[in-house]
């Protein structure tokens, strides 16, 4: 199926606490009123703004309710190409796995009275885990080697990844090659 993309402009403010829950305010209640069926959906934050996808069905539907709120998007809104090399040779199982993580993170705000970093934590290894389990055989095809802590490991590079890309002096470089290598720019 085809999947559009919106650019939500200048959504999450200046991301102070009350600027985060009314953008995300916005991705909920779209959420409930309009994407709820919608297979395909999926948001990523993006700092000052964040990308809202949804199946082309539903293309119409995102789009009047982002105008009757006033909630200003990219024009024209065009079809999602996937700019990192992995994800996007593999976009159709990324999606599920996108739109899987979107309704998990909106169930757990609607389902819990309180959102902590205990409940973020335990989703986040509930989430991870299960992949890098799933993964522990493909450990055995990479140069014969088997790591001990293999998934403590892939962890903590993630971990200096993540840092680098959000701003932070941790891993630097590492971090640049780390982007390149997904971006299939070191090939």
């Not at 999450?12 to 994407?35: C, K, R």
């Not at 934050?45 to 709120?69: A, M, P, Q």
């Not at 996007?88 to 309704?103: A, T």
């Not at 309180?114 to 885990?129: F, K, M």
Request: net charge negative; hydrophobic share 40%.
């Amino acid at each position: 199926m085809k999947i559009v993309e919106f650019k939500l402009e200048g959504i999450n403010g200046d991301e102070q606490e009350v600027a985060m829950q009314e953008a995300f305010d916005v991705l909920f209640t779209i959420y409930q009123s309009v994407l709820k069926e919608d297979k395909d959906w999926h948001f990523f934050y993006e700092g000052t703004y964040s990308f809202l996808r949804c199946g082309i069905d539903y293309k119409n539907n995102v789009k009047r309710w982002l105008d009757e709120h006033n909630v200003k998007y990219n024009q024209p809104i065009k079809e999602w190409k996937e700019p990192y090399d992995l994800t996007n040779k593999m976009q159709n199982q990324f999606s599920l796995v996108f739109h899987s993580l979107s309704v998990l993170v909106m169930e757990l705000y609607f389902q819990n009275t309180q959102i902590t970093e205990d409940l973020i934590c335990y989703s986040a290894d509930r989430v991870i885990h299960p992949f890098l389990n799933m993964a522990t055989y493909l450990q055995y095809f990479k140069d014969n080697i088997v790591l001990p802590n293999w998934e403590a490991n892939i962890m903590a590079d993630l971990a200096i990844f993540r840092a680098y890309n959000n701003g932070k002096n941790i891993g630097w470089q590492d971090g640049v090659q780390h982007e390149k290598r997904i971006k299939g720019e070191n090939k």
